[in-house]
């Protein structure tokens, strides 16, 4: 029994949230997500939703997906590719009455889905959000063109080629003017510890794991 | 013996042959004109960016920026951290506040750190190289080194997202700061005002993952250039230039634009004023070249 | 009388010495005016000036004083001589600065001065310096009716001020609803979780003031008299009457709350459906534990249903919003969160009304996780041992369900105020309805209801200003309304009982004419007993006596005149403003014959906003003709209808009439008078046509005090109008 | 400057606008002695600027008329203008009030007659029109000024207009050589009737009111409403004077947020609701208002107007609060972006002009009060622990005018009482 219910944690984190928080998806945001506890403050003005500049790409506006995190729409949430439209521009942020951190409610969101893997399989954003990550903490620093390339060649060697192409002028206007180097993908810039970096990474992780299976 | 000295952060794309590495090039002539040095924080590490959330926790993002705090309050005590990449200020100083703010988090930081022979003290400062500019020197003391005012020049501030939110440069406003016009100014050259598109997003990292979508707003961005009759672009941010000046002919293959508007960096724009060479501005780093600077830098 | 001398002072000042021929207009004052003195000054308003008059009045025994220079509205200060009867022409906004510069105009400008300074000395001539009511009544004791929140803070706040006070409580006790509520909202920064009520220390308060006498299980079984002399039956329920006099009344009788049980949509009666009183009942039984319901089970999840038969268009329930009950919804859910973070608190509404730092409260409620959803309800239905809310979730847009161990029904307040005597005495509703204060007055039995059946005063600027002189109503019952804005309400209450019952002690009037000593006299042998000033007075303040003579109450009094205005027989008077006042200053004009092509128009303006339009216009320099003659009244409703006639016959070409707006959102600060000038200026075109003349020589307008440009056009397209019509044929036979 | 009379049973009423008016009145008329401050140089505050009042759609100066009789006609109350509270000290019941009252280069010899106005060039921005437009140098506040005396702007002392203006003056009234002074008075209670603000609408940024003519302030819509107004009544926009027609009306401009004012404003709601009524007015059919709120507060019976409006085919409410205005390079049309919530659905929408239901900042704010007055996370006052300091009207809360003077009327019993229980102690 015990030992079933282990490896369904192993297994299956979301039937593990699942199983906790049972409807109460409020709560399971609240203790799971970055910057959660925010969510409830929302009054629904909508200024955020105005403020993306890629607004009309969602399906879901912040405000919007916080009242149905309020709601329990669990999956509909989890399963949105909205919180990936994300690009970072703080513009909600500032202008929020509420002064709530919406872009990091929206990272925290979308890595907690991606983490219970119910992030949409072919979200763009999020397999270059991943690379990034594996790219930048591999040595430490970002190998721009092994990202490029990883970003091109996700989809296998024909489609990589093919993007390749279309990308033929930015590629050789970068080697042109000297802001890209060929030989990045045998090395290229690291730190010297990277056994230290990676450790404290791994160590981190492990802390954070912790934290949110005890929350508070 | 220097007259300032800062704990600098180049980030990832500011490295040799880097996507922005002309923007170290030309911020290095400008720091030797004003007589600053800057040491680079030994051994730093990326900052995760925004974007590296789904990948990244919480902590590890701090951890990260924390390292880079740590080495630098190791290394270059009593020196603020200077960073010329608006992402990789952003995030370090995201980090600090959020670390200042709960002493779970900087005890979880520091346990982790730990792996690395490190400890953050919490001391060290984060500073963009604008505020560097803006508050330590000032306008007036930033003027005295012009030998070769941009004259005639008319340049577009793009100020962008991540120098501007949620943070911002010396306390302007998140809509219209003026700071960039302002250094344009400064430097001789003609700024643009009326630019409304100089806090508009061009997509940031979502350039790569959601070409389209980014190139939308990269074209707002310029056209709104050319509506001003900007003779090139001027931006903080190294991930604003690559976007903007990058993708202009994507954006010409597609949609069947002309655009060739020249995208640069302030520090360029400083080194041509200060008399530094084209190369010493980086000018040789461009996709799009801007000419009417390069022609400055050119004349004795 | 023989003793009386009149003395009229001219100014030269501003421009009137170069514009007139003041030599002319002295004589007039003298010989036509017959004033005993008659000066002229440079610059009267200066000390010197005014040091002559002042000369005049202790030396000379000058008993009535006219000053013919600026308007009545100007220079108060200066010419302020309470010792004597004052009139004033205006020479200066009302001639100088209106009629067209330039010698063409001369000849219209002197006439149009030296018919006001003739219209002064008449109106001086038939003034009496007002002595005041030598029977003013002088009890200084409230009466409180009503011991809640409202009507204790009215009694304490009084008392503490030195004034003795009465208290009538229907119930058995003293503190009303707040006594049955388990917390209340917060009202003192920082405006984060519910506050003990404070009712039991106010009620030991009140039960231990020396100044306080209180009455429980107690109604009003009939109030009589007036401010300063109200004499009050109080019924004590196990029988028996006491009698109390008092001075000045407040109303604090609170409000009901809207029977949920008309509310069956929203499960009103159902089990597990209870509104925000049975919600009060239940947290007062958990006193701070978990909340549970009438059939014990411990609450775990709760809607709140606000705007529950409130807001309602359909005529069907409470048309209004009460105001408070968002925040007490929001209180409510912290009941429940309070006790136990994991119960389940959500706030239906479509708009959430907390006002100041309401947002405070709020915020407050979502850090302890309440949630709020923007949604209507359409169904509250029992879901076996539950019940079932369906509404629609305006923000997700979509019909919804949520099922709750208990709904609480956010209904509205409905006010304690007694008979609707604005009602047919034949209607139903007006059966049924119970009397509060039982007044003996003619006109009613309460205060009269403004709308939605509270008795809130009309005016904007003037939030305490009922229909009944020295009764005022506090709380709930004049406007739905919280805990806070209550006790302020009922602070400001007890000062206007005060403020009315030293009035009357000293036979002055109250708002809006403060201060006022005339009042009205009536010469009862010429009465007809007509009853139209019973009837239509504005205030209540004339019964009837067994023989139908009018019963005039001073102190109940706001001296509008409209009284006089009714009287056919025009019996009734003040001694400074009279039917007679005026109508020599109407017969006093100079009134050219019917070839001079010089019409005369009688404009007759209301004192408080027409009038001051006609100054705006002239300081404007907006000019008008100089063929109007504009005499200032208390109010439109004190106009009687023989002004009219006489100017008529006189041979006036025309007369203007200008009010304050009338109907729903009158602005007339007598309430009626306005409306009633109207009405009885309809009836007069019967006489017009009598007298042979066309009905278009009397007008009326309704003004407001921003048209100085309007009143000018209004007065040069009439006197257009009238060249058109051509002079009246009544000229010479006056 | 004669120094007015006063003693510990004295009332100082601090702010003459409808609440100090209405506190000072009421207290008077009770027969106490009142002494009433004001800062600028006429009484009447924020509502002598506004056109009409929500719901009957009457007129603030009428009911100001009334009360400046009540005024004129008691003696209890002595007024001071240009006259602002310094410095207070003592405790309930003896108080000693410092009050510096600032040079109106006018005396009590002026008759208003206006010579002085016509004789200089010089012009100012006109306060009572929020700077909308200019006045002569030297003016009278208002049509219905008390008191009814000129202005000489400071700014022309010293100037050749100065002397122009004191040339034209047949009775001695002005007084160049006037000077700031500080009177001390002895007083038993303190009313702070000091009133509100307008917030700083420059400081919402993505509004661009500063950048873009045609994004007005509430407060500025009543002037450009009022035929006394810059515009005669007329509703023009600024940047071009062409008819503003298809006017938007943003709710929570300031308030309700953490940014700004922490604190609802109460009155903006009802504020906007009305002024739809004034564009109704002006245009007719060809009227279009759209109002764009988070919750509309309007509550009691208030919500008669809303549902009257609410009928209003030219009025549309849309439930979005605006995330920023850009402004129409080539008709200088405002463009608010946004999104509305209920279903979400994205807007861009062109308006002729922008008006910004500005939040109420207390004035108090700006002001250095005594220490053991207690104020509100938003600045609003309390009164003093001690009661002998008693805030009223919209100084001691967002309130609306009826509410405002019921608050005055309430602080009036106040310190009558406060003075009733110190001479009883004396006694």
């Known amino acids: 029994m015990g030992a079933t219910s282990t490896e369904t944690n192993m297994a299956d984190p979301n039937a593990t949230a699942l199983a906790r928080y049972r409807n109460d998806f409020l709560k399971e945001v609240e203790e799971r997500v970055e910057e959660g506890p925010w969510v409830k403050m929302c009054m629904q003005c909508g200024v955020c939703a105005g403020s993306c500049p890629f607004g009309p790409h969602w399906e879901h506006s912040p405000q919007k997906i916080f009242m149905m995190i309020r709601a329990g729409k669990r999956d509909e949430v989890l399963r949105s590719d909205s919180m990936w439209m994300c690009t970072s521009c703080y513009n909600c942020v500032v202008r929020c009455p509420r002064q709530l951190p919406i872009t990091q409610i929206m990272h925290g969101l979308a890595t907690y889905a991606h983490r219970l893997g119910l992030a949409p399989k072919l979200q763009p954003t999020r397999d270059f959000s991943l690379q990034f990550w594996d790219n930048c903490t591999r040595t430490g620093r970002v190998n721009e063109l092994k990202l490029t390339m990883g970003v091109y060649f996700k989809d296998g060697l024909a489609a990589g080629i093919r993007k390749g192409w279309e990308m033929r002028r930015v590629a050789l206007g970068l080697l042109k003017s000297g802001r890209l180097n060929p030989f990045e993908l045998f090395g290229g810039h690291r730190c010297k510890d990277q056994k230290g970096v990676a450790a404290m990474l791994k160590k981190a992780r492990e802390i954070e794991e912790q934290r949110k299976r005890a929350p508070g | 013996m220097a007259r300032k000295e800062y704990a600098f952060y180049p980030g990832c794309s500011s490295q040799l042959k880097a996507s922005a590495s002309n923007y170290l090039t030309s911020v290095n002539a400008m720091c030797k004109t004003l007589d600053v040095k800057l040491t680079p924080i030994p051994d730093w590490n990326c900052c995760g960016a925004s974007i590296g959330y789904a990948g990244a926790g919480e902590l590890q993002r701090h951890v990260l920026n924390a390292r880079n705090f740590a080495l630098a309050e190791a290394h270059l005590p009593g020196q603020d951290v200077v960073a010329t990449c608006a992402a990789c200020w952003l995030n370090a100083r995201e980090s600090k506040e959020k670390l200042h703010g709960s002493a779970q988090l900087l005890a979880d930081t520091n346990e982790a750190l730990k792996e690395a022979g490190l400890r953050y003290e919490g001391k060290a400062d984060v500073r963009h190289m604008v505020e560097v500019l803006i508050e330590d020197f000032g306008y007036d003391e930033l003027k005295k080194p012009v030998v070769k005012p941009l004259e005639g020049v008319k340049f577009a501030g793009y100020v962008g997202c991540q120098t501007n939110r949620p943070f911002g440069i010396a306390g302007e406003s998140f809509e219209n700061p003026l700071y960039l016009d302002k250094l344009v100014e400064t430097v001789g050259g003609e700024a643009l005002t009326k630019y409304d598109q100089k806090v508009t997003c061009c997509g940031g990292a979502l350039a790569f993952s959601e070409p389209e979508k980014s190139q939308k707003q990269i074209r707002d961005i310029v056209e709104a250039a050319y509506d001003q009759g900007a003779d090139m672009i001027v931006t903080p941010c190294p991930l604003c230039q690559a976007n903007v000046e990058v993708y202009q002919s994507e954006i010409n293959q597609r949609q069947g634009t002309k655009f060739a508007m020249p995208v640069t960096y302030y520090s360029q724009l400083m080194t041509v004023a200060y008399g530094g060479t084209a190369r010493e501005a980086g000018l040789d780093g461009h996709l799009i070249q801007p000419v009417k600077l390069q022609e400055l830098a050119a004349k004795k | 009388m023989a003793d009386n001398k009149y003395a009229a002072y001219l100014c030269a000042g501003c421009g009137l010495g170069d514009a007139f021929d003041l030599g002319q207009t002295e004589k007039i004052a003298l010989k036509e005016g017959k004033m005993h003195v008659v000066r002229r000054h440079d610059f009267l308003c200066s000390a010197a000036g005014v040091q002559t008059i002042r000369d005049d009045i202790e030396r000379e025994g000058v008993t009535h004083v006219l000053v013919a220079a600026c ?82 803070t009215a009694a304490i706040e009084a008392a503490d001020t030195g004034y003795d006070v009465v208290v009538v409580e229907r119930q058995g006790a003293l503190g009303g609803w707040a006594q049955r509520i388990w917390k209340r909202t917060p009202f003192r920064a920082p405006y984060a979780e519910p506050q003990d009520t404070g009712i039991v220390d106010l009620v030991d308060r009140v039960t231990a003031h020396p100044r306080i006498r209180v009455h429980l299980d107690a109604t009003v079984a009939e109030t009589a008299g007036a401010p300063g002399r109200f004499k009050v039956k109080i019924a004590r329920e196990s029988g028996g009457v006491t009698e109390e006099e008092v001075g000045a009344i407040v109303q604090a009788t609170g409000f009901s709350t809207y029977d949920p049980a008309k509310l069956p949509a929203l499960g009103g009666g159902a089990p597990h459906v209870v509104d925000q009183a049975g919600l009060e009942a239940l947290a007062g039984a958990a006193a701070g534990g978990a909340i549970r319901r009438a059939d014990g089970k411990a609450v775990a999840s709760v809607v709140f249903v606000q705007c529950a038969g409130q807001r309602d268009d359909t005529g069907t329930h409470l048309p ?178 005060i403020q009315a019952l030293e009035n009357a002690a000293l036979a002055r009037a109250a708002h809006p004419r403060a201060g006022d000593l005339s009042y009205p006299i009536v010469r009862l042998e010429g009465c007809t007993q007509c009853k139209r000033c019973t009837v239509e007075c504005p205030f209540g303040a004339i019964d009837e006596d067994e023989r139908r003579f009018p019963v005039f109450n001073e102190s109940r009094c706001r001296r509008c005149g409209t009284c006089m205005g009714a009287c056919p027989v025009r019996v009734i008077s003040f001694e400074n403003y009279s039917v007679d006042t005026v109508g020599s200053q109407i017969k006093a004009v100079d009134m050219p014959d019917e070839f001079s092509e010089k019409p005369r128009i009688l404009l007759l303006a209301c004192e408080n906003d027409a009038y001051p339009a006609l100054d705006m216009a002239g300081m404007a320099r907006t000019g008008y003709s100089a063929f109007v003659r504009a005499i200032p009244v208390r109010c439109l409703g004190s106009v009687n209808t023989i002004w009219i006639t006489d100017a ?13 707006r009338k109907g729903d959102d009158y602005q007339c600060h007598f309430v009626k008078g306005s409306e009633l000038a109207h009405y009885r200026m309809g009836k007069i075109d019967d006489t017009l046509k009598q007298l042979g003349l066309e009905t278009e020589r009397v007008v009326t307008h309704e003004v407001a005090i921003t048209d100085g440009a309007r009143v000018a056009r209004l007065i040069d397209d009439y006197v257009a109008q009238i060249n058109e019509i051509g002079m009246s044929p009544m000229k010479g036979f006056g | 400057m004669t120094k007015p009379i006063a003693t510990g049973q004295t009332i100082l009423v601090v702010g003459g606008g409808i609440s100090g008016m209405t506190a000072a009145l009421e207290a008077a008329e009770c027969g106490r002695q009142v002494v009433l401050v004001e800062r600028e140089p006429a009484l009447g505050g924020r509502t002598g600027r506004l056109y009409r009042y929500f719901p009957k759609m009457c007129h603030p100066t009428c009911g100001l008329e009334i009360n400046l009789r009540r005024l004129k006609g008691n003696p209890n109350v002595q007024v001071l203008t240009m006259a602002e509270v310094v410095g207070i000290e003592g405790r309930r019941g003896d108080y000693r009030a410092r009050i510096r009252i600032r040079p109106r280069y006018v005396n009590e010899r002026c008759t ?160 906007s609701l009305k002024q739809t009524r004034y564009v109704r007015e ?45 402004q129409d390079a080539a008709t200088g049309n405002p463009v608010i972006h946004g999104v509305d919530t209920e279903g979400y659905h994205r807007y861009a929408a062109t308006h002729d002009l922008v008006v910004l239901a500005i939040g109420m900042e207390p004035e108090a704010n700006g002001l250095a009060l005594p220490d053991d007055v207690v104020r509100d996370s938003s600045g609003f006052i309390e009164g003093s622990a001690d009661g002998g300091q008693i805030g009223a009207g919209s100084s001691a809360s967002p309130l609306d005018v009826n509410r405002s003077v019921q608050s005055a009327t309430a602080a009036a019993l106040r310190a009558i009482k406060v003075i009733h229980q110190t001479a009883a102690a004396e006694s």
């Open chain 3, 320 to 497: 209004y919003c009460s105001g408070h009950c968002c925040a007490t919804s929001i209180k409510q859910a912290m009941y429940f969160k309070d006790a136990n973070p994991d119960v389940d608190t959500v706030v239906l509404y479509t708009d959430l009304r907390i006002p100041g730092m309401g947002e405070d409260f709020y915020r407050s409620a979502q850090r302890k996780g309440v949630t709020f959803t923007k949604g209507t309800v359409s169904r509250v239905e029992s879901a076996g041992d539950a019940c079932r809310v369906t509404f629609r979730d305006l923000i997700l847009d979509e019909e919804a369900v949520v099922d709750a161990d208990l709904v609480v029904l956010a209904t509205g307040q409905v006010p304690n105020s007694g008979v609707d005597i604005d009602l047919p005495d034949d209607d139903a509703t007006k059966a049924q309805q119970v009397s509060i204060l039982n007044l003996n007055y003619r006109q009613g039995k309460d205060l009269p209801h403004l709308r939605h059946g509270f008795s809130d005063s009309h005016f904007i600027c003037f939030p305490y200003e009922t229909r009944r002189t020295g009764i005022y109503a506090a709380g709930p019952v004049r406007r739905p309304m919280d805990m806070a804005q209550a006790t302020e309400d009922a602070t400001g209450a007890a000062l206007k009982a």
């Open chain 4, 282 to 326: 002006a245009w007719g059919d060809d009227a279009k208002s759209t109002i764009y709120y988070i919750d509309l507060r309007v509550i009691d019976r208030f919500e008669d107007f809303y549902q009257s409006v609410r009928k209003d085919p030219a009025v549309r409410f849309v439930k979005s609060k605006p995330a920023r205005i850009a």
């Open chain 3, 71 to 152: 308007s009545r509205r100007a220079k108060t200060e200066a010419f302020r001589f309470p010792a004597v009867a004052m009139a004033r022409a205006n020479l200066r906004e009302g001639v100088l600065w209106v009629v067209a510069e330039g010698s063409a105009h001369d000849e219209v400008r002197q006439e149009m001065a030296d018919d006001y300074v003739r219209m002064g000395c008449a109106e001086l001539k038939k003034m009496k310096l007002p002595a005041g009511n030598p029977d003013a009544a002088t009890n200084r004791r409230i009466l409180v009716v009503g011991g809640g929140m409202s009507g204790l």
């Open chain 4, 112 to 271: 208003a007659c206006g010579d002085c106005a016509r004789a200089v060039d010089a012009e100012v921005p006109n306060a009572h029109n929020y700077g909308l437009d200019r006045v002569r140098g030297v003016y009278l506040p208002h049509p219905m000024a008390y008191p009814q005396r000129y202005v000489i702007d400071p700014s022309l002392v010293g100037s050749a207009d100065a002397g122009k203006a004191k040339a034209a003056c047949r009775y001695d009234a002005i007084d160049l050589d006037m000077r700031e002074e500080t009177i001390e008075l002895h007083i038993g209670a303190v009313v702070w009737a000091t009133g509100w603000k307008p917030y700083d609408a420059t400081l919402i940024h993505p509004y661009g009111y500063g950048r873009f003519p045609n994004v007005v302030t509430s407060v500025e819509f009543e002037r450009l409403a009022d035929p006394a107004g810059p515009t005669a009544g007329r509703l023009l926009r600024p940047s071009d004077g062409r008819e503003a027609k298809d006017i938007a009306f943003i709710q929570c401009a300031g308030s309700r947020d953490e940014n700004h004012l922490r604190h609802c404003s109460r009155i903006c709601c009802m504020a």
């Open chain 3, 648 to 660: 008529l016959n006189a041979g006036y070409d025309g007369v203007m009439m200008m009010g304050c």
